[in-house]
């Protein structure tokens, strides 16, 4: 819920400063445009790139836990097998 927050705040944070850049922009409408954009092509081009990074890091940390619970089972195997045995 907090991230929700957060996302929209920067959400609304971009748009008030997109408008103030277009009340406030001493050249013409046209750059104006290009350059909000420019601008909004990067940040869609960052945002991507967050999301690909956070896929990654949690593609490792899910094998990471995958390879901690074989590592687990394999020992409670080991134990189970060891206290039927005697």
Known sequence: MRAVYTVGTILAAA???ACAALL???QSGERTRR???RRAE???H???EGIAAAEELCSRRTESVRQMMSGLGRKLNQRLAFTTSH
């Open 42 to 44: 990067d940040y869609v």
């Open 15 to 17: 748009a008030i400063g």
């Open 24 to 26: 406030f922009a001493p």
């Open 46 to 48: 960052g945002v991507h």
């Open 35 to 37: 350059l909000i954009r």
